[in-house]
């Protein structure tokens, strides 16, 4: 199993920026899949979450109304659109992946019992 992370950046107050997570070692009809972020000297929090074989969502309160997570099964990539950012996004984010999880245990955990995990892609935004 493998995830990559890809597509932070800087950006401004406001602006957007689409993630990618590229999965491959996996069928995904048993996963769900989340984003995580972990911004420096705090603790990793979970972002938003999804069940690709049925498209169920989930959204941290903090992200709702500006983030949204998709899955393409074609490419099994998972992709993170965020708009409106917000300095307070800045951090790391990580894509992982569990067959067990239901994927609104990412925004209820830090993501501690995910199985497989990327390595991230940093987010600043600038004031």
């Known amino acids: 199993v493998q995830l990559q992370a890809s597509g932070g950046g800087l950006v401004q107050t406001g602006g957007s920026l689409r993630l990618s997570c590229t999965t491959s070692?996996?069928?995904?009809?048993?996963?769900?899949i989340g984003w995580f972020r972990q911004a420096p000297g705090k603790a990793r929090e979970g972002v938003s979450g999804?069940?690709?074989?049925?498209?169920?969502?989930y959204y941290a309160e903090s992200v709702k109304g500006r983030f949204t997570i998709s899955a393409d099964n074609a490419t099994n990539t998972v992709y993170l659109q965020m708009n409106s950012l917000k300095p307070e996004d800045t951090a790391v984010y990580y894509c992982?992946?569990?067959?067990?999880?239901?994927?609104?245990?990412?925004?209820?955990?830090?993501?501690?019992?995910?199985?497989?995990w990327g390595k991230g892609t940093l987010v600043t935004v600038s004031s």
């Open positions: 992982a992946a569990d067959p067990h999880l239901h994927p609104i245990v990412v925004i209820t955990t830090n993501g501690n019992a995910f199985e497989h």
């Open positions: 999804i069940s690709p074989v049925d498209g169920r969502t």
């Open positions: 070692g996996f069928t995904w009809d048993r996963y769900a």
